[in-house]
């Protein structure tokens, strides 16, 4: 089980230490099952790493660029990531694909880059509400999943993580069959690219307004291999909430 947290661009330096702190001394205190990631803006990888010390929280970032280095004003390489303790990069994320026009094509190089920088990928994918009402949920995840998938994926170095653009930040979730019915598709998809064994072991996580209200059920899902958190991962209790709903403490 996976709980991952997006805090997209939130936290001064003083808040970011803090609530790193809080989830390390909280993750530390009990013997938890989970694999932790905590995924801050870039300002704040460095002051995080410090801050995680001695827990078993994993560094990750929200984005990065194709090239190792180069000539790109305001951009981050993999390899810089890497650099800071960064073990692994969000790619993908609808907020990125609607604001920076981000395509498949582009996750798919991104991650491939991220890969060979020695980072692990977590790849989103995700229909808008116009495509669910349109019933084209099914064929948008598939695609977005087939198209943006690296060539060098495997379980060991890729999550997917399904987030319905419309239940992101809104309180809106789809129902557990939805959920369900989504991510045994993104498996099938993954079993025909990469066989059913390494698919089967490929982590796949839900996202979209999880909460330690819907935390239990939405992770005790068929295919659910763990969660990815954006609103409720900027408070350390509510984090460490869903994490114990999901049944890592123990
Ligand atoms: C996200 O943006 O990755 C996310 C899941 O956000 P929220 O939990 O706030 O819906």
Partial sequence: MMIAGNW?????????????KEIASAV???????????????????????????????LGAQDCHTAEKGAHTGD?????????GCEYVILGHSERRADHHETSALVKTKAESAHNA????????????????????IDVCSK?????????????????????VWAIGTGKTPTASE??????????????????????????LYGGSVKPSNAKEMLALEDVDGALI???????????AIADNAGCRC
């Fill in 179 to 204: 959920v369900e019915e989504v991510h045994a598709q993104v498996r099938k998809v993954l079993s025909a690219k990469l066989g059913k064994t390494e698919a089967g072991k490929m982590r796949i």
């Fill in 144 to 164: 977005q999943v087939r198209e943006s998938l690296p060539n060098d994926a495997k379980a060991g170095n890729t999550v997917i993580a399904y987030e319905p």
């Fill in 230 to 240: 954006g609103g409720a991962s900027l408070k350390s209790a509510d984090f460490m």
């Fill in 76 to 84: 981050i390489s993999p390899v810089m990531l890497k650099d800071l």
């Fill in 118 to 137: 020695g980072l692990k990928t977590i790849i989103c994918i995700g229909e808008t509400l116009a495509q669910r009402e349109a019933g084209k949920t």
């Fill in 8 to 20: 997209k661009m939130n936290g001064l330096s003083a808040d970011g230490v803090n609530l790193a």
């Fill in 28 to 58: 530390k205190e009990t013997k938890r099952t989970c694999e932790f990631v905590v995924c801050p803006p870039f300002t704040l990888l460095s002051l995080v790493k410090k801050a995680l010390r001695g827990a078993k929280v994993a």
